[in-house]
C-alpha cells in the first residue's frame, strides 16, 4: 500500500510560478520501483495526464505544459515535485499526484488507468 498526500496548491495569477509536493510513503515504497505521475481535472472535464517520472530519472510532459513544467524528485524525502512556470488560465484545476508499478503504468505513463494509487488532490485556482 501506497500513500500518497499533495501540497503545495493556491491562488495563483496568469503568468506565476507554483510548486506542487507529492509525499509518497509506504514499506516498499522507492522511486525506482514505481512511476509517478501528475494528473490534473479541470471543472467539467476529464483528468488528464500532465506528467510522469519513471525510474527516478526518465520524464514525459503533456505537450500542453513542454518548457513550462518540470517534474523531479527528491529521493530521501520520498517526495515528488510539479514546478509549474508561467501559469495559464487553463492550467488551473486540481492537481492529482498518482504512483504505479509494473510494465503498464512503466510503457504507458500518461495512462491514468495503469496508476494504482491517487492522493487526495490540490487545488490551483486563478487570483483575481
Known amino acids: 500500500q501506497v500513500q500518497l498526500v499533495e501540497s503545495g496548491g493556491g491562488l495563483v495569477q496568469a503568468g506565476g510560478s507554483l510548486r506542487l509536493s507529492c509525499a509518497a510513503s509506504g514499506r516498499t515504497f522507492t522511486f525506482t520501483a514505481y512511476a509517478m505521475g501528475w494528473f490534473r481535472q479541470a471543472p467539467g472535464k476529464e483528468r488528464e495526464f500532465v506528467a510522469a517520472i519513471r525510474w527516478g530519472t526518465i520524464k514525459n510532459y503533456a505537450d500542453s505544459v513542454k518548457g513550462r513544467f518540470t517534474i523531479s524528485v527528491d529521493n530521501a524525502e520520498n517526495t515528488v515535485f510539479l514546478q509549474m512556470n508561467n501559469l495559464k488560465p487553463e492550467d488551473m484545476a486540481v492537481y492529482y499526484c498518482?504512483?504505479?508499478?509494473?510494465?503498464?503504468?512503466?510503457?504507458?505513463?500518461?495512462?491514468?488507468?495503469?496508476?494504482?494509487?491517487w492522493g487526495q488532490g490540490t487545488r490551483v485556482t486563478d487570483s483575481p
Open positions: 498518482a504512483a504505479g508499478r509494473g510494465s503498464g503504468v512503466l510503457l504507458r505513463p500518461t495512462d491514468r488507468i495503469e496508476y494504482e494509487y
